[in-house]
């Protein structure tokens, strides 16, 4: 072997050889973070009117009917109080052209610049008493609610691993703050 | 011996075992004894693990929001005790892990994925460094009550640790990062399962894979068994019970970190410049009492995401004139620094500030020099909103000023 290639291949080889390979069921099992491109996504869909059933029945409660206001008492809901007071829910929906303002409303349609962080948050961390409950094709659909809710799409389109991440928000390239 | 003897043997041994994974990779040989058993100690028992005097009764209390605040006005020296060090979680509470079921997950964009268990990770080379964790919206309204009084209650979300671990560039070494790799997405084993993203560059630089804090394993607040230090960065990328790395191309934009990675008019992303600047006289301040004039050592601490603090200034006279404080020696980088300054106290009102420099040679400003800040935005939090930031560059450093009336109360003078 030319020595030029031993050099090469010299700084690509582990050096403490710990750890092992990880199967490719461990790795999809994890891999739940979604870029912006939505690679990560998983095959499933929805629709808002599929959304807004699951959003009253596991939402509502602490982010109001429509996402826009937030019920007073919210924080007392929030179920992880261990560390303080409850965290009281922003709104969701609304707020638009209010970011350079003194009281700017950072919600899902005034300020998140890609629709994927809205599938990304909703399939980690809700509900907060049990992340993780809801499936592919729920995640879908309360996504494709918020962005209905928001004027971003229609009630019937459907939101799915090749649509969500062309979604057009008008955040999109970070106009306001 | 009976059943009940048995049982708690059986449960020492258990403890034991548990105890040696969690410190180190090299576990007793089996059937030997520990100290622990020879005396017949619980766990729990003060003389196995040690507790402060009853007379001790610094605590952590509940900031404005979420979050335990550090007790920074009781503290000596510039180490924060793994109990103190303050807390901020997104409302989750600390999941309860086992080090044997815990794994890192290192994969995306290199050559050999990898998984480790803790003990494989504490097998590679290891660094022992001492860091603070700032909270980003330290010293404002996300962390500070209506009416803050005490250095606790304002500044209590910055603490200092000494954390071991291994270098996160030599996990990325072992796995071989592929041509394209730019940013990298952490994630933590939490209910929340907290991410956040950040760049090849920090990563291959100082960031910390740390399992150890301050001579033990990590408190599981402080994410037990494993979690991410970025030196001079805000906490919140610090990410908590560690359990996945993807090697990435882009920010990923998780929910949190959308409005800190807004491109600038070039398009490019902002590299964190780190903490700005900060210091506060943690003694005398805010909520304590002076009993009468004469001799008193003020103290306190300064810290930057700069580096290391260079200088710290002293005004015992409502700011207009500074002499230089004493730094407690070494300074680390990254670090709390503790300075001290001797005065003498004539029971007149007076304001005590500090005010320091780091090694970039940026100045701790006043509130006034901010700019366009009046401190009621400070206690509402709104001119350090979060999201309001383009980088992480906390603005919230102003100088604390502390007002000592002729009584002796020292009083917070910011508003």
Not at chain 1, 146 to 163: C, G, P, R, W
Not at chain 2, 324 to 334: C, I, K, N, W, Y
Not at chain 2, 342 to 363: K, M
Request: glycine share 12%.
């Amino acid at each position: 072997m030319v020595l030029g290639t031993c050099v090469a291949a010299l700084a690509q080889t582990p050096t403490y050889n710990r750890g092992r390979t990880p199967s490719a069921e461990e790795v999809r099992a994890w891999d739940i973070a979604i870029g912006p491109d939505g690679k990560e996504l998983p095959p499933g869909s929805g629709t808002a009117k599929e959304g807004a059933k699951i959003y009253a029945r596991e939402c509502a409660h602490c982010h109001g009917p429509t996402g826009a206001a937030v019920p007073s008492g919210a924080a007392n809901l929030w179920p992880h109080t261990y560390s303080g007071q409850g965290r009281s829910p922003t709104p969701l929906v609304g707020g638009r052209g209010t970011l350079d303002t003194d009281r700017p409303m950072r919600t899902i349609g005034s300020f998140y610049p890609v629709a994927t962080t809205i599938w990304d948050y909703i399939n980690r961390a809700k509900p907060p008493k049990e992340p993780g409950s809801l499936s592919a094709d729920q995640v879908y659909a309360l996504t494709a609610f918020l962005l209905y809710q928001n004027n971003i799409i229609q009630e019937s389109d459907v939101m799915d691993a090749k649509s969500l991440p062309k979604v057009q928000m008008p955040n999109r390239g970070y106009g306001g703050k | 011996m009976n059943s009940k003897q048995s049982d708690r043997r059986r449960f020492l041994k258990e403890g034991a075992a548990l105890a040696g994974l969690a410190v180190g990779a090299v576990r007793a040989a089996r059937g030997q004894t520990t100290g622990i058993e020879t005396l017949g100690l619980r766990p729990d028992d003060y003389r196995a693990y040690g507790m402060r005097s009853r007379f001790v009764t610094s605590v952590r209390t509940v900031g404005s929001r979420t979050g335990l605040l550090t007790p920074l006005q009781d503290s000596v020296g510039i180490i924060t005790p793994s109990a103190l060090h303050f807390e901020n979680t997104r409302g989750y509470p600390p999941p309860d892990i086992d080090p044997r079921q815990h794994r890192l997950l290192i994969h995306g964009l290199v050559d050999r994925p990898l998984i480790f268990t803790l003990e494989e990770l504490q097998c590679l080379p290891s660094v022992t460094r001492i860091y603070f964790i700032e909270c980003g919206g330290n010293s404002g309204g996300r962390t500070m009550t209506k009416n803050a009084e005490t250095a606790q209650q304002i500044h209590g979300k910055t603490s200092c640790s000494e954390w071991t671990g291994a270098l996160l560039s030599l996990l990325l070494q072992e796995a071989g990062v592929q041509k394209g790799a730019s940013w990298l997405v952490a994630e933590g084993a939490d209910l929340g399962k907290r991410t956040e993203s950040f760049q090849m560059e920090k990563a291959m630089d100082d960031v910390l894979v740390a399992y150890g804090q301050n001579g033990e394993p990590l408190r599981p607040q402080q994410g037990y068994p494993l979690r991410l230090l970025f030196p001079g960065w805000s906490g919140s990328f610090c990410v908590k019970w560690l359990r996945r790395i993807k090697v990435v191309d882009q920010p990923y934009l998780a929910k949190w970190e959308i409005g800190r990675f807004k491109p600038d008019s070039e398009g490019r992303i902002p590299f964190p410049t780190g903490q700005a600047p900060k210091s506060v006289i943690t003694r005398p301040s805010g909520g304590q009492r002076l009993p009468g004039p004469g001799f008193y050592e003020i103290s306190g601490l300064a810290w930057s995401g700069g580096g290391a603090i260079r200088r710290v200034e002293v005004s015992t006279d409502g700011g207009r004139t500074w002499k230089d404080a004493q730094l407690q020696e070494p300074v680390f980088r990254f670090a709390h620094a503790r300075f001290r300054y001797a005065w003498n106290w004539n029971g007149e009102e007076t304001v005590l500030q500090s005010r320091c420099t780091d090694e970039r040679g940026q100045v701790q400003p006043t509130l006034a020099e901010l700019g366009g800040i009046s401190a009621l935005d400070v206690a509402e939090g709104r001119f350090i909103d979060y999201w309001q930031k383009s980088n992480d560059e906390s603005g919230s450093n102003y100088i604390q000023p502390w007002k000592v009336t002729r009584e002796g109360s020292v009083r917070n003078a910011l508003f």
